[in-house]
């Protein structure tokens, strides 16, 4: 999802960018924030007019207005932009004469070539330290449970930070590896758990602080920062040529 696509729809409240988004499962029009995209997004069920989700937004114009205010700024990825990785802050440094490179080297995230695939380049290189930082601790954590998990995957989803299907599939965020190690891990043991229980009993929880004995200040983490997290590389990056 992007701000690109979305609509300005003025409210008393001011104007705000706003999502249209049709869904076949949806019973009852709903409005939710895209911290990523700083959009409101309203869903219609099929049927449902768009004068009922323009009736909503009205509705909740103020709390729409507050919570697009209260979001973090957003983090573009560009020259100078300072952004966490396993959270520690380096800075991206574009080198465009340099031989072809991403690479972390004295506090900086140094990346060769053109400016125009910069913010492509930056968000490869996340995803695949990601990949390197969450992919072995899986296979660690599920060793201990005696347990095998069936597919890893990194994806860019914006409401939950991993996930495990029934059939053994976990994902999980490319976005976690900038937050610190102790919640990279924590995130991990709670998938990896769900091989075992599929539920959020107490069972399911006492094997997550086994095997991730930081469990609670890594939830607290993620509840108070992790939206920023959202907000990196969020926003249209206009580039000027010349
Ligand atoms: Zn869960």
Redesign the pocket.
């Known amino acids: 999802m992007n701000s690109k696509d979305s609509e300005i729809v003025v409210l008393p409240s001011g104007p705000v960018p706003v999502r249209w988004r049709r869904s076949k499962r949806a019973r009852r029009v709903s409005l939710r924030i895209d911290a990523s995209g700083g959009t409101v997004i309203v869903t219609l069920p099929c049927r449902a007019s768009r004068a009922l989700g323009m009736s909503l937004l009205l509705d909740h114009a103020t709390w729409v207005k507050e919570r697009l205010e209260a979001l973090p700024h957003p983090i573009l990825l560009r020259d100078g932009a300072e952004i966490p990785i396993h959270g520690e802050t380096f800075r991206v440094r574009h080198m465009p004469c340099a031989r072809s490179f991403t690479r972390l080297e004295a506090g900086e995230l140094q990346v060769s070539g053109d400016v125009e695939f910069l913010p492509r380049r930056v968000r490869d290189f996340l995803a695949l330290e990601a990949k390197r930082a969450l992919v072995p601790q899986v296979a660690t954590m599920a060793a201990r449970l005696g347990m095998q998990p069936n597919r890893v995957t990194l994806k860019d989803t914006r409401t939950r930070w991993g996930s495990?299907s029934a059939s053994g599939n976990l994902a999980f965020s490319w976005r976690l590896v900038m937050a610190p190690r102790f919640v990279q891990h924590y995130v991990v043991a709670?998938?990896v758990a769900?091989l075992r229980e599929m539920n959020?009993g107490p069972t399911f929880w006492k094997l997550v602080e086994a095997l991730s004995p930081q469990m609670q200040p890594a939830m607290a983490w993620l509840k108070q920062e992790g939206v920023r997290l959202l907000r990196v590389g969020c926003g249209v990056l206009l580039v000027l040529p010349g």
């Open positions: 495990c709670h998938e769900h959020h």
